[in-house]
């Protein structure tokens, strides 16, 4: 089945508690999806790490312990319960062991789990965190799935590899419910029945479906995401010559381009977007407000340093920069949230969680633009984010961090043309700019933080795309366009060695100093 990428489930969000939407809203998001797997009550847990991946390297810096234990207690990724989810796992009877070891994974970002309830019964989950808090459930019990959270799912599984699955069909047709894709899975004398739905099922439909013979056992996994998937879904776009197309010919701008997509991509009314959108921004100027308070706990390497550039600025001791000295600030305060375990939003990764707040609100609020003209921005940079998510990546894991902060500079760059009021052109230009400026970003966050070097970097992506927006209102000439450099992106990102995709083997993680710090705290 296709993937169409969603601006709220892939590029701006999930909202979720720091520090990494890879290793922290994932995890948490494959615990809460394997959770409902089980019968009865769960009392332990098993997790595998496998031992070359990106997991095993940095599932305690950027807590995905935490998060996985918070999935597997049922909770959301925006948790603030989160930072304390291994005790109140503990102190509720679930044990949690987390376990490297060696077995073939095809992303490295997988997590196995072998799950125990109150009678004894184990289940076997396989899960992948896919960058931005995006992820995908593999395997379960020995059968080969694929559960991403974007669907209500009901598995069947029958006692008898001869039984058809038209009887349940027909129950879900009788309710008008129409099935969005049947897989019939068999193993040895079984048969699992993979039932993806886009509306939930009553206990009604449940209990009828139980009492069809042969059926041993239902259950219904509810969905992660925000935006639900179906099997009629089509997108507008798929480059940014069909956008320009469009805008073209129906005489639109970038930011209703945005709307036009979503709108067709989730099957909602624009009111929906902007109101999804808004509760984001407040949620985006939150985590500035909170990171400049310094009030949170920062309790690894770095500790609040935001609110010095302020003061420096207010004190006259800083180059007169206008409105970046601003976004530099503004941009670290989100990270020291996103540090802290505080509440942000993957925009599109928590990795790169400052530079489009930073640089979006700083430049409306330097410009006395109202919050609607900033959601229109933000739209406008998820829509630039689709064509990077559905050609290339987010996850540092698998092309460096030129796919997190070097993606999240690019989305911003064209944002901020649009709130200058440039053309659509002129924002396609400074995002080809911006991306062209990162290619070969390696990611080697010391002591497997998100901190070092990740806060310096969004003050980097952030400036460069004040930069290349300037550039692009200027008329200076991108020469290469933006798809183009998004696959170009990606194929670089391929050719890193896994010491340079988050894994903590290479680069500023592998100096004396990076050493000594990991050495130290892990």
């Not at 899975?185 to 739905?197: A, H, P, Q, S, Y």
């Not at 500035?288 to 949170?296: E, P």
């Not at 707040?357 to 921005?377: H, Q, R, V, W």
């Not at 998100?450 to 400036?463: D, G, H, K, L, V």
């Amino acid at each position: 089945m296709v993937k169409y990428v969603s601006i709220f489930n892939d590029v701006i969000g999930p909202i979720m508690t720091g520090p990494s939407s890879s290793h922290t809203a994932g995890p948490t998001r494959i615990g809460k999806l394997a959770s409902q797997f089980v019968k009865n009550k769960l009392t332990k847990a098993e997790i595998y790490f496998e031992a070359k991946g990106s997991f095993a390297m940095t599932y305690i810096g950027q807590r995905s312990d935490k998060g996985l234990a918070g999935g597997l207690l049922g909770w959301e990724p925006e948790d603030s319960r989160i930072a304390d989810s291994l005790s109140i796992a503990a102190n509720s009877g679930l044990d949690i062991t987390f376990n490297i070891t060696d077995f073939d994974a095809a992303h490295p970002n997988t997590a196995k789990i072998i799950m125990t309830d109150s009678n004894g019964e184990k289940t076997f989950i396989t899960g992948v965190s896919l960058g931005g808090g995006m992820v995908e459930l593999t395997e379960f019990n020995g059968y080969e799935i694929s559960i991403c959270g974007d669907y209500y799912e009901l598995l069947v599984n029958l006692n008898s590899g001869e039984i058809s699955s038209s009887q349940i069909t027909d129950i879900l047709l009788d309710y008008e419910i129409e099935p969005q894709k049947v897989d019939i899975l068999k193993k040895n004398d079984e048969t699992l029945v993979n039932i993806k739905l886009s509306t939930k099922l009553s206990d009604e439909i449940l209990n009828k479906i139980r009492n069809i013979n042969f059926v041993e056992h239902v259950k219904l996994i509810k969905p992660v995401l925000q935006i639900l998937s179906r099997k009629d879904c089509t997108v507008p776009f798929d480059s940014s010559d069909d956008i320009l197309s469009f805008t073209r010919s129906e005489n639109k701008d970038l930011f209703q381009a945005a709307l036009f997509y979503e709108c067709a991509r989730g099957s909602i009314s624009e009111i929906e977007i902007m109101d999804k959108m808004k509760y984001i921004l407040k949620i985006m100027k939150e985590s500035i407000k909170d990171g400049l308070s310094s009030s949170s706990e920062m309790p690894y390497i770095l500790q609040h340093q935001a609110h010095l550039i302020k003061k420096a600025e207010h004190e006259g001791r800083l180059v007169n920069l206008g409105v970046l000295n601003k976004i530099i600030y503004s941009a670290m305060a989100c990270m020291e949230t996103s540090s802290s375990m505080g509440v942000v939003v993957a925009a599109p990764t928590a990795g790169s969680c400052g530079i489009i707040p930073g640089t979006l609100i700083s430049i409306c609020e330097e410009m006395a633009l109202n919050d609607e003209e900033c959601i229109k921005a933000l739209l406008v940079s998820g829509l630039i984010g689709v064509l990077i998510a559905s050609h290339a990546t987010f996850a540092a894991e698998v092309c460096g961090c030129q796919a997190e902060c070097g993606s999240a500079s690019c989305m911003a760059a064209a944002g901020i043309v649009y709130l200058m009021g440039g053309t659509v052109k002129q924002s396609f230009a400074a995002a080809s700019l911006a991306l062209q400026n990162v290619l070969g970003l390696v990611c080697d966050p010391v002591a497997s933080l998100a901190e070092i070097p990740c806060m310096t970097r969004n003050i980097m992506a952030a400036s460069n795309a004040v930069s290349c927006a300037n550039m692009a209102l200027a008329g200076v000439d991108e020469v290469i366009p933006l798809d183009e450099v998004i696959e170009s992106m990606y194929s670089v990102g391929k050719m890193l060695p896994r010491e340079l995709r988050c894994t903590c083997l290479g680069g500023l993680a592998n100096t004396k100093t990076g050493l000594k710090f990991s050495n130290k705290l892990l």
